[in-house]
Nanobody, 123 residues
Framework: EVQLQASGGGQAQAGGSLRLSCTAS????????IGWFRQAPGREREGVAC????????YYVDSVKGRFTISRDNAKNTVYLQMNSLKPEDTAVYYC????????????????WGQGTLVTVSS
């Protein structure tokens, strides 16, 4: 059974930091592109960042460039999202997902999804 478990969410002040983790099981982790997505109340789910299988290529949505960093540890089947300089507009439920096709932040490129973790940033 494929499982993706996101954790690390919580409350932060504007300008603060949080680190999210996504731990996966049930598939060959090294073969999967991993993406982070978020969904704020009343808004569509949007891609935040993604990372390739083994060579470390990454992609970020413009709104988080320079503030968020995605990384992975294939030995631990885990992907991280380090979020710095948080803003109130970063408040959302954050999801991780696994895909096998393209390095992209479009939801339709991802086959497996985990439960989300809530991030709340106050001003």
């Amino acid at each position: 059974e494929v499982q993706l478990q996101a954790s690390g969410g919580g409350q932060a002040q504007a300008g603060g930091s949080l680190r999210l983790s996504c731990t996966a099981s049930g598939f060959t982790f090294d073969n999967a592109i991993i993406g982070w997505f978020r969904q704020a109340p009343g808004r569509e789910r949007e891609g935040v960042a993604c990372i390739s299988q083994t060579d470390g290529r990454t992609y970020y949505v413009d709104s988080v460039k320079g503030r968020f960093t995605i990384s992975r540890d294939n030995a631990k089947n885990t992907v991280y999202l380090q979020m710095n300089s948080l803003k109130p507009e970063d408040t959302a439920v954050y999801y991780c997902a696994a895909g096998l096709q393209h390095l992209s932040i479009y939801t339709y490129n991802y086959e497996y999804w985990g439960q989300g973790t809530l991030v709340t940033v106050s001003s």
